[in-house]
């Protein structure tokens, strides 16, 4: 008998109050390490009414304008003016840092120590910035191998954003969300059960003033500035059973900052699956590469998605562990929830075999401490929004499947000597 079932997911605009946060903090990281690729970042930011505040932990040589960045970032967000309800020229800024703890630092400042050494031992030396668990996942629903659910959820949020950047919808203000709900029959989506988007906007539009007729209005606009075009290369569609739903309070004028604090990292499922796949607690935002927590996700999304990529199975699931201060993984795990091609203990050997996954190994296999500078001082605030993964705007090293053929072939060797 065939098994339906809903799974939905959602996303946020650029504007919305964690994600500002999430995109100060990366932009302060990204200043940072443009300067000095050796900065330890442990940047979080709060804002709320009127007020933005960066707090953490940075040990650097590099010095910035914190505030200056702040405001830059709010401001190309589109957060301007009071009709936002929050602005960037007017917005009080405080700074409370620290520098890192000596205690954190010791377990990874082994790299100053040894950089005469080989790579091997290098990256043996230096140990993880923290414990922690991180998950990556990648399946064959969508071309850049995501979850479909995620996938759309960020297409419409971009598309939104887009729109009111480009004046196409001018009333459109910067904060936003939305989300989609997919049916399933047999682990394989199959419809657009609902898509659901809530943006913040002007109380009026032109000459309508009536609260309904400015909703009409919106629903209107969206679906065929914003849905439609999102669908328009995918096979699955919406259709005459597809719910869409906009600002289902009535209005949403009050947004942003005005309407809800924000802090930076609490969106951590919108910047990876989507709840589809598992998250090991940690958020990606304000950390410098030497932090597990983003480094290391980004190696286990390379890893599924290699592995997917490869063929060797429909979807996977890499979960690693860490102890700080100590560089090789505690733990490992591989799972293909029964649609992989060879066993998942064997194709857990091929990924310790093919895959390097000691922090500082993953930091240069990657270029994430010199990435920023090679790119003209802005890299990872452009992954705060929108997800950091099954990105095909962006040229992430974490998303190429160059060890895909590699498995392949070393997969195929596995098959022919178990006959």
């Known amino acids: 008998m065939s098994r339906h079932y809903f799974f939905t997911s959602e996303s946020v605009t650029e504007g919305h109050p ?4 999430d995109q100060i903090s990366d932009t302060i990281l990204d200043a940072l390490l443009a300067q000095d690729p050796l900065s330890r970042v442990a940047a979080e930011v709060v804002v709320n009414t009127g007020l933005v505040l960066i707090t953490g932990e940075i040990t650097s040589q590099a010095h910035i304008n914190y505030i200056e960045l702040a ?4 401001a190309e967000i589109g957060y301007l003016g009071a009709d936002s309800g929050f602005s960037a020229h007017s917005c009080s800024i405080l700074i409370a ?3 890192q703890s000596p205690d954190i630092a010791q377990g990874v400042d082994a790299a100053h120590e040894t950089r005469e ?9 230096i140990g993880a910035g923290d414990q922690g668990i991180m998950f990556g996942f990648a399946c064959n629903e969508t071309p850049e191998l995501m979850p479909l659910p995620i996938s759309l959820a960020h297409r419409i949020s971009r598309r939104l954003s887009v729109a009111r950047k480009t004046n196409q919808l001018p009333y459109l203000r910067p904060d936003g969300k939305t989300q989609v709900t997919i049916l399933y029959e047999d682990g394989r989506p199959i419809g657009i059960d609902t898509i659901l988007v809530s943006t ?11 609260e309904a007729a400015v909703q009409a209005k919106i629903k209107a606009d969206l679906w065929e500035v914003v849905v439609l075009p999102v669908f328009s290369d995918l096979a699955i569609q919406p259709d005459a059973k597809t719910r869409f739903l ?38 990606f935002s304000g950390k410098d590469p030497t932090k597990v927590d983003r480094s290391a996700a980004y190696a286990a999304r390379y890893v599924a998605k290699n592995i997917v990529a490869a063929g060797l199975a429909e979807k996977c ?4 562990s860490y102890a700080i201060g100590v560089a090789r993984p505690v733990s490992i795990m591989v799972e293909t929830f029964g649609t992989g091609t060879i066993d998942d203990d064997r194709l857990l050997e091929l990924v310790v075999q093919n895959f390097e996954l000691r922090p500082a190994g993953i930091i240069e296999t990657f270029n994430l401490q010199k990435l920023v500078a090679e ?6 605030q452009d992954v705060a929004a929108y997800g950091h993964f099954g990105r095909s705007d962006l040229d992430l090293p974490w998303e190429q499947t160059d060890k895909a053929e590699i498995l392949k072939q070393a997969a195929s060797k596995v098959l022919s000597s178990a006959v």
């Open 200 to 210: 913040q906007h002007a109380p009026t539009i032109g000459e309508i003033t009536d």
């Open 97 to 99: 840092l620290d520098r």
């Open 117 to 125: 050494q080989s790579s091997e031992e290098r990256w043996d030396a």
């Open 71 to 74: 405001r830059q970032k709010i």
């Open 375 to 380: 790119r003209g001082g802005r890299f990872y």
């Open 246 to 283: 906009v600002n289902p309070t009535g209005k949403f004028v009050v947004g942003g900052p005005q309407g809800d604090a924000g802090l930076t990292g609490r969106k951590i499922i919108v910047d990876t699956y989507g709840g589809y796949s598992r998250h090991g607690g940690g958020a």
């Open 317 to 320: 699931e890499v979960q690693f």
């Open 18 to 21: 964690d994600k500002i946060c």
